[in-house]
């Protein structure tokens, strides 16, 4: 290690506890218009974990000839592994402030010729014609605070039979947690491993999204889990694994669909050995703070 990222490294391990909502602050969803600030996108951009995934994915299908519909394409990050081989995109984002950046792009790369672009919510567009393949990542944790769901159960109309969809599959899974919340907020995403809670039990799968077949707006779940350790139980500690195309997963990062700390309803005390039920519902592309969950 040089001289100069080990200074790097230094001044992080000096300021850990301050980041530890920091993910949090940054990953803050406008509602006004579903975007992000400019942070975020560059986080999510320099994962090669999160892009990577798609980047593999879409390398391992024909894209020649073929007509596509992106939903929020932010700052093209994963669209441009595509575009140049398509015969027409039809790119949505519904963030005013990319309107500039989208635009110097498609410019720069000579893909005019080959794009719509829709300055819309996703949710509501109109296609002129049908599409082979869908793309979104519109995702956050359990798809609590975005609309992928809700995006991908309009758009899939203008599927045709064959297509595709990237992603295809998300897996929710969650583990019975102990948090000390006296500063903490009631859910955030865990930015360093030092920032864990203690867990007190394996993950159970608390639901699955098929996005090609999901009709609900939301879960309801009642689902068994086992104490390894007894301890008081406060928190959830939340996953998402995501299959952007067989074979191909992402399984979150700091970036997207990170480990998430969620507070229960009431805490409970749990003995090892013990199984227990998970109950909770929440809503797709609502926000994680309505998300509701207690053990019984
Ligand atoms: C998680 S970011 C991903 C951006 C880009 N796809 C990437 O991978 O870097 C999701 C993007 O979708 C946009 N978005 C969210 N909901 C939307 C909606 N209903 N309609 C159109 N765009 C939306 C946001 O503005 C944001 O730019």
């Known amino acids: 290690m040089d001289k100069n990222n080990d200074n790097s490294f230094a001044r992080l391990v000096a300021r850990y506890d301050e980041f530890k909502f920091s993910l949090l602050e940054s990953q803050t969803f406008d509602p006004v218009h579903f975007g992000f600030p400019p942070l975020y996108y560059q986080i999510m951009e320099s994962d090669r974990e999160r892009v990577g995934a798609f980047q593999r994915a879409f390398a391992q299908y024909d894209f020649h000839d073929k007509v596509v519909c992106e939903a929020g394409v932010g700052r093209l990050a994963l669209t441009r592994f595509y575009l140049p081989f398509v015969k027409h995109a039809y790119l949505i984002e519904h963030n005013p402030d990319l309107r500039a950046t989208i635009e110097a792009m498609i410019t720069q790369n000579n893909w005019q010729h080959k794009v719509t672009v829709l300055y819309a919510d996703a949710r509501a567009v109109a296609l002129p014609e049908p599409v082979d393949v869908l793309v979104g990542e519109m995702m956050s ?133 013990v199984t227990c039920q998970l109950k909770g519902h929440f809503k797709f592309g609502t926000s994680l703070d309505d998300a509701v969950f207690w053990i019984a």
């Open 141 to 273: 944790i359990f798809c609590a605070n975005e609309y992928q769901v809700q995006v991908f159960q309009h758009l899939r109309s203008y599927l045709r039979p064959e297509g595709v969809l990237f992603p295809q599959r998300i897996i929710n899974l969650a583990q019975l947690a102990q948090v000390d919340f006296s500063e903490a907020p009631d859910h955030y995403p865990v930015n360093f491993t030092r920032h864990l809670p203690t867990l007190l039990s394996t993950q159970v799968v608390v639901n699955t999204i098929d996005l090609m077949t999901e009709v609900a707006h939301d879960a309801t779940v009642d689902k068994p889990v086992t104490a390894l350790l007894s301890g008081e139980v406060n928190a959830l500690y939340l996953r998402s694994f995501v299959e952007v195309s067989p074979g191909i997963n992402f399984t979150g990062t700091d970036s997207l669909m990170p480990p998430t700390v969620l507070k229960l309803s009431r805490s409970v005390v749990v003995e090892a050995g």
